[in-house]
């Protein structure tokens, strides 16, 4: 599995922003995947994540009401709309997929997201 993150940029508070995530293997369809986020001088965290089918998502308490995470099967894309964006949300985001064993397993080159007060 193959991953890569995109549509990062620059935003004032407020704003929004959709991440893109082009995801390559076969299973993809079958693995949960979420977006991470990892500011500076702080862990990497799970931001949302979603089943493989869509059914069944979640999202960190800081992001609840403001970022949707999404999935195509058919085009092996995953999305994270962003929206009220705030200073706090900067980070480099990156998208991740399961492996077999249920873990993140497989990890995309991140994507800058920078919130301007």
């Known amino acids: 599995v193959q991953l890569q993150a995109s549509g990062g940029g620059l935003v004032q508070a407020g704003g929004l922003l959709r991440l893109s995530c082009a995801a390559s293997?076969?299973?993809?369809?079958?693995?949960?995947m979420g977006w991470f986020r990892q500011a500076p001088g702080k862990e990497r965290e799970l931001v949302a994540d979603?089943?493989?089918?869509?059914?069944?998502?979640y999202y960190e308490d800081s992001v609840k009401g403001r970022f949707t995470i999404s999935r195509d099967n058919a085009k092996n894309a995953l999305y994270l709309q962003m929206n009220s964006l705030k200073p706090e949300d900067t980070a480099v985001y990156s998208c991740?997929?399961?492996?077999?064993?249920?873990?993140?397993?497989?990890w995309g080159q991140g994507t800058q997201v920078t919130v301007s007060s």
């Open positions: 979603i089943s493989s089918g869509g059914e069944t998502t």
């Open positions: 991740a997929a399961r492996s077999r064993m249920g873990a993140f397993g497989f």
């Open positions: 293997g076969r299973t993809v369809s079958l693995r949960g």
